[in-house]
């Protein structure tokens, strides 16, 4: 079975593999079968870049995955946890063909040829200018008023 990850408006970002899926499987074992098989991909050989569904903490988001300032090894549990968690906050949406899947608890049945879609909706990342990212960088102090003298 393959999965894709894809935007918002249909681009796809990643394309993964995933055999031995049993079947049927609920939607919310199948995020944690998927997150338990990239979290043991990036186990094998941890970089800096961790292309997965979720944002391990103490992690970057950036346009194309995760970095993480020190490579590690994840928890592939507290990844799916996570991963379950954002797809109940709308962080994902999951299609099996065109087909959207709403709930957690449905039952799937999948072939070998299924694709799987994970449509991120992902916030822009990078270096916005507005007073949330002056506050952000000054740790939310903001200064009483004009401090230049003349």
């Known amino acids: 079975m ?22 049927p499987i609920t939607l919310a074992d199948l995020i944690r079968f998927r997150v338990r098989e990239e979290v043991a991909r990036y186990n094998a050989a941890p970089i800096p870049r961790f292309n997965g569904l979720v ?25 799916a946890d996570a991963a379950v968690e954002a797809f109940t906050r709308n962080g994902f949406f999951v299609f099996v063909g065109d087909r959207q899947i709403e709930d ?7 072939d070998e040829t299924d694709v799987v879609s994970f449509v991120r909706l992902v916030p822009l990342v ?25």
């Open 55 to 79: 944002q391990p903490s103490y992690a970057e988001a950036t346009l194309n995955g995760y970095v993480l300032k020190q490579p590690r090894r994840l928890d592939w549990e507290k990844q």
């Open 126 to 150: 990078g270096g916005g200018r507005g007073p949330a990212r002056r506050a952000a960088r000054t740790g939310g102090i903001r200064p009483a008023g004009n401090t230049r003298t003349t």
């Open 2 to 23: 393959v999965v894709a990850d894809a935007t918002a408006s249909g681009r796809e970002t990643a394309r993964l593999l995933l055999e031995g899926v049993p079947t």
């Open 104 to 110: 957690l608890d449905a039952e799937l049945t999948l």
